[in-house]
């Protein structure tokens, strides 16, 4: 049982910073991901987790333990990399047992240990390959299995799946699911710039960027309530649409008038001066819908649709060649290029952004954003 405590991490080569004050809490037995563009910090986060990369300032703890300068291998950390890093002339059970052999384990318990992985991998019958003749995925397996084996406080997960092709990053990404049920009490920090990854693994996302947290929480708060137009942007795939608008009407139920677009109410509260203001309204692709009654969001014309069999994409001229709206319908809603199609969504669903790109929905910061 392991909980990391991070507080206004900061990491720097020479007069170039990656990270900007970083402070974190992360409880034990907790699968949390890290997940930004390229560039974001997430990997050298990871790494000054680990040890691999040295702290310019801040304090790291690990189970109530002050580890800035504690050496990796003293950490109780085990990493899976992007790489697999396998042995290649070594079986998988030589290269699953090679660490706790230079650690000067037991026979007994190197065999006991690596029976025990292989086998909450799925890996027993494997064991007297070579990497070679297995697939990327299986090799990835021994890669985590080598981490399992030494039992350790946290493990720490390096983008394993980018080097997979598409069907095999779904298969390891539910293996990976499975290793943490079967090991409820280990801490699990995953990185990451696949969101569907960060959904579908993660107890709670931190999404980074510029070397910032930009917002932490479940993958459904984050979905449902962005904090500001970088999250809602970037958790959600097709990105939320996001239109300029303006506030008619303040208050606990918020009257806007939308660019290219209609008036909408909106059950967001906003201060009694916001009105008049300028902002950005956000809707996601699969909440708008086709309009059947009197309230209408958007008309425009059909631009394009891509069939993608359950759903299509509708790109909806609204008026902003630069941006088309986006609509996320069933894959047999009857539509032809050119055609005019009427939107609206639940007011539910809806969100407004600030000049600074803040959510209304959100009245406090997140608890522990930097």
Do not use: W
């Amino acid at each position: 049982m392991a909980d990391l405590t991070l507080r206004q991490i900061k990491k720097s080569y020479g007069a170039i910073h990656i990270l900007h004050g970083i402070d974190l809490d992360i409880k034990s037995g907790e699968f949390i991901v890290f997940v930004g563009p390229s560039g974001c910090g997430k990997s050298t986060l990871l790494r000054t987790i680990a040890g691999l990369e040295e702290i310019t300032s801040g304090e790291l703890k690990i189970a109530g333990e002050l580890v800035n300068d504690v050496p990796p291998s003293k950490r109780g950390i085990a990493m899976v990399f992007q790489s697999y890093a396998l042995y290649p002339h070594m079986t998988v059970y030589d290269n699953m047992a090679f660490g706790m052999k230079i650690a000067g384990e037991s026979k007994s318990e190197i065999d006991r240990r690596v029976k025990q992985a292989a086998d909450i991998l799925q890996l027993t019958k494997y064991l007297d390959r070579l990497p070679k003749a297995m697939s990327g995925g299986q090799r990835q397996r021994v890669a985590i299995g080598r981490a399992i084996v030494r039992n350790p406080k946290v493990f720490l997960f390096d983008e394993p799946l980018s080097n997979l092709d598409a069907a095999l990053r779904v298969a390891t990404r539910i293996e990976i699911a499975k290793l943490k049920e079967s090991m409820p009490n280990t801490t699990m920090i995953y990185v990451t710039h696949d969101q569907v990854e960060a959904m579908t693994l993660a107890d709670r996302i931190v999404v980074l960027k510029d070397g910032r947290v930009e917002q932490v929480g479940t993958p459904m708060e984050l979905y449902h309530h962005p904090g500001n137009l970088f999250v809602a942007q970037f958790i959600g795939s097709p990105a939320m649409n996001i239109v300029p608008a303006t506030i008619e009407k303040a208050g606990s139920t918020t009257s806007i008038a939308i660019t290219g677009g209609l008036k909408a109410e909106v059950p967001v509260a906003t201060p009694a001066d916001a009105a008049g203001a300028s902002i950005s309204f956000g809707v996601r692709p699969e909440d708008l819908r086709v309009a059947t009654g009197g309230t209408v969001l958007f008309e425009g014309k059909v631009d394009y649709i891509e069939q993608l069999g359950e759903v299509q994409l509708v790109y909806l001229d609204i008026g902003r060649a630069d941006a088309p709206l986006v609509v996320k319908l069933p894959g047999n809603t009857p539509l032809k290029r050119g055609e005019v199609l009427k939107v609206d969504a639940d007011p539910a669903t809806l969100h407004i952004f600030n000049a600074e790109g803040r959510s209304f929905a959100r009245v406090a910061a997140p608890a522990i954003a930097a």
